[in-house]
């Protein structure tokens, strides 16, 4: 925050003794558009990497200063697919994910982009999961072509979510009165201020039921999938799969490391080498492939700008997440 005061001491100060009238400089950062940024490798062919790391949302995330907002990662993927369509060098894609999932809608939206990103472009996709790719994480893994996840990683979470919180007992022993006016006797549907009616619950876990079966369905349709419908939905149930079950029941393709999935890339587009890249804003750095995700701000900046840990979970919403 120093650097910013030093700035506007500096400019007012040359306004005064200048008697400038009017000079525009830009205090608060502005988001630039994504640029390649090469990681490692050479050659003409290139295998762009894209990280999939934290809580995925259609959200915008807000930065850790001043107030400056940076693009949703649907929005940042999207941004990253246009750019790697209109290439002609990019040979092929790896998603690389760290992630316990997030929105429903959110995820959908990756794997939809995902999907449409392969039907025009012709190249491989791939996902490497690093350390967690549960729910929504897995759920996007499932549009790519091969799903590698690292000996110590963990997936699965094949289930929907959704949580609501109930202050009735608690506003009751404060002494305060919850009043709502409403045309609709549902219209306060999930309200933290009364327990939920029955029919209420049963309107809520259809909704969930749709939403578990477009999961389903999800997984189903993943390329190279040779389970049946029953099969997956035993397994849909919510449970967390390490590195060796989730080859097991046969939900990934390949244990491995990032570095056996860029080799296989290699083999597959035939090219002895390729330049690794990726797409980052500017100030972002990765030096190697293992560097950490630029898409999301570190926990401690989040809390410096008031944000919290917990914001993602403070309101209601379907989720494909995995939440001990």
């Not at 999907?115 to 490497?128: D, G, H, N, Q, T």
């Not at 029955?198 to 876990?205: A, L, S, Y």
């Not at 919510?238 to 046969?250: C, H, N, P, S």
């Not at 990934?252 to 587009?269: A, C, N, W």
Request: hydrophobic share 40%; charged share 20%.
């Amino acid at each position: 925050m120093t650097k910013y005061i030093k700035v506007i001491v500096i400019f007012l100060s040359f306004v005064f003794f200048t008697g400038c009238a009017y000079i525009h400089i830009p205090l608060l950062p502005t988001v630039q558009s994504l640029k390649e940024q090469e990681i490692e490798g050479k050659g003409s062919a290139k295998i762009l990497m894209m990280d999939i790391s934290g809580f995925i949302s259609e959200r915008e995330k807000e930065g850790a200063l001043l107030g400056d907002v940076k693009p949703s990662m649907v929005a940042q993927v999207r941004e990253a697919l246009q750019k790697a369509q209109h290439d002609p060098a990019v040979a092929g894609v790896i998603f690389r994910i760290n992630s316990p999932g997030g929105t429903v809608t959110a995820a959908d939206i990756i794997h939809h982009e995902i999907v449409r990103f392969k039907e025009r472009k012709k190249i491989p996709v791939y996902a490497c999961i690093t350390s967690i790719g549960a729910s929504g994480g897995y759920y996007i893994a499932a549009a790519t072509d091969e799903i590698t996840v690292h000996p110590t990683a963990i997936t699965g979470s094949f289930a929907v979510i959704l949580m609501s919180l109930n202050v009735e007992g608690l506003m009751g022993k404060i002494g305060v009165n919850e009043v709502t006016f409403k045309s609709g006797d549902k219209k306060d549907l999930l309200s933290p201020f009364r327990a939920a009616t029955p029919e209420e619950k049963q309107i809520v876990q259809t909704m969930i039921n749709q939403l578990h079966k477009r999961f389903v369905d999800t997984i189903l349709a993943r390329p190279g999938n040779t389970l049946s419908r029953k099969e997956v939905e035993t397994l849909a149930d919510g449970r967390i799969y390490t590195a060796e079950q989730a080859l097991a029941v046969k939900i990934i393709d390949r244990i491995g490391y990032l570095d056996d999935v860029i080799t296989r890339m290699k083999q597959q587009i035939k090219v002895e080498d390729a330049k690794i890249i990726t797409y980052a804003r500017s100030g972002s750095y990765k030096g190697t492939i293992y560097s950490g995700s630029s898409t999301e701000p570190s926990r401690m900046m989040s809390l410096l700008a008031g944000g919290s840990v917990f914001d993602s979970f403070a309101e209601t919403q379907f989720m494909y997440v995995w939440k001990p």
